[in-house]
C-alpha cells in the first residue's frame, strides 16, 4: 500500500531524530510490501527563517491533504525574542487546529532494560507500568472566554477563564479512550474533579454513557489530585486514563517523568478521520543539536503509532516495538539512556541498529 506523510522537520534535533523515524519506515515499508511517500514541509522556528512566520498555508494545505503528519519539534533560544504571535510553538497549535485533532494520546511505559532510570522506587514499581494518557485537546478552560473584570468585594482586578465540555466533546474523546482500551488490558480511568466542578460532573455522567456502549472494559473514576498522587504511588494500577484538556496536560508530563526517560516517549494527536499528527513527547533539545548524539526512539515509535493508529499496519509497528525493545535488551544506548561506563551509540547508529534488528524480526 502507498502512505503519503508531510515531515515537518522542524528545529534543534528535530531533523536528525526524524530522519532515523524515516529510516526506519522505509525499512518496515520494504520488508512488508508499502510505500510511504513524504513531502517535507516548514515549521516553527525554520519557517519564521525563511518565511517570516512559524506556520505558511502551504504547510497547513500539505499536511491537511497527507495521511499523516510526521513532526520532530520546534523552538530554540534564536527565536525567543520574537513578537509572541509568531512563536515557533504558534506552528503546533496552528497545525492541531487547522487538522481538528482533538485526542492527544501519549503511552508511558516502563522499558525493563532502562528500569534504572525509573524516578520510583523499584519496590513500589514492581513488575512496571504500561499507560496511555488520553488527553482532550481542543475544549475545556484553555478554549473558554479568557477576561478580566473588577472584582466585587474591592479585591481589586480579577482574571477569568471559562471552563466548558460539551457532551458531544466527552462522548468523542471517551469513545477514543475505550477504543483503545479494548485492544490492551480492557480498563479506563476516568479522571475529573467532579465533586467541585459543573464540567467535571458533566464529563463525569458523559463517560458513564458512553461506558454502556464498552460492557468488556472496566470503568473507574479518579479525582484529578488523587490521580496525580496514584501516578507515583502505583502506576501499575493504570491502563487508559481519560481526562480533559488542562488536567490531561499536567498529568501527561507527570505520567512521562515517571519512566525516567524523555528521549523514549512518543505520542499522537488524531482527528475524527482518525489522521493524526505524531511527534516525540519532548522539544527540539538545542544543547544538543546538530551533534548527532539525541536519542531517536520517541520519533521512531510515534513512527510506529503513526502505522497503528492512521493506517492500521498493526503488524508492522508492533515489529517497530519489539525492535526497541530489542535492542534495548541488547544494551544499545545513546547518551541520554547510558548508565556511566556503558558504550554509547550516535543518533544514527542507534536507527541503524533498530533497522537491522526490523531485517532479521
Ligand atoms: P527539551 O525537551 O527540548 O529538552 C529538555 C532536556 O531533555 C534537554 O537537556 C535535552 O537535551 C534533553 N532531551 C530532549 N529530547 C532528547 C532526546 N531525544 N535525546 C536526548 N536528550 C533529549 O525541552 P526544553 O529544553 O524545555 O525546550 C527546548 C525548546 O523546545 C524550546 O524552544 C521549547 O519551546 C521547545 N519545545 C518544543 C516542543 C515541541 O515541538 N513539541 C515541546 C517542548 C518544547
Known sequence: MDFNIAVVKGDGIGPEIVDEAIKVLNCVGEKFGHTFNYK?????????????????QETIDICKNADSVLLGAVGGPKWDNVDSTLRPEKALLGLRSELGLFANIRPAMMYEALADACPIKKEIIGDGFDLVVCRELTGDVYFGKHYRKESENGYGIMGCDDMNYST??????????????????????????????????????????????????????????????????????????????LFGDILSDEASMITGSIGMLPSASLNEGGRGMYEPIHGSAPDIAGKN?????????????????????????????????????DGCRTADIALKGEDVLSTSQMGDKICEKIKLG
Open 168 to 245: 458531544y466533546e466527552v462522548e468523542r474523546i471517551a469513545r477514543r479512550a475505550f477504543e483503545m482500551a479494548r485492544v490492551r488490558s480492557k480498563k479506563v480511568t476516568s479522571v475529573d474533579k467532579a465533586n467541585v466542578l459543573e464540567t467535571s460532573r458533566v464529563w463525569r455522567e458523559t463517560v458513564t454513557k458512553v461506558a454502556k456502549d464498552y460492557p468488556d472494559v472496566e470503568l473507574d473514576y479518579m479525582y484529578v489530585d488523587n490521580a496525580a498522587m496514584q501516578l507515583v504511588r502505583n502506576p501499575g494500577q493504570f491502563d487508559v486514563i481519560v481526562t480533559g484538556n
Open 40 to 56: 517535507e514541509v516548514l515549521a516553527g522556528g525554520c519557517s519564521i527563517d525563511v518565511n517570516g512566520v512559524p506556520l505558511t
Open 293 to 329: 548524539i539525541a536519542n531517536p526512539i520517541a520519533t521512531i515509535l510515534s513512527a510506529a503509532m503513526m502505522l497503528k493508529y492512521s493506517f492500521n499496519l498493526t503488524d508492522e509497528a508492533n515489529v517497530i516495538e519489539k525492535a526497541v525493545n530489542d535492542v534495548l535488551n
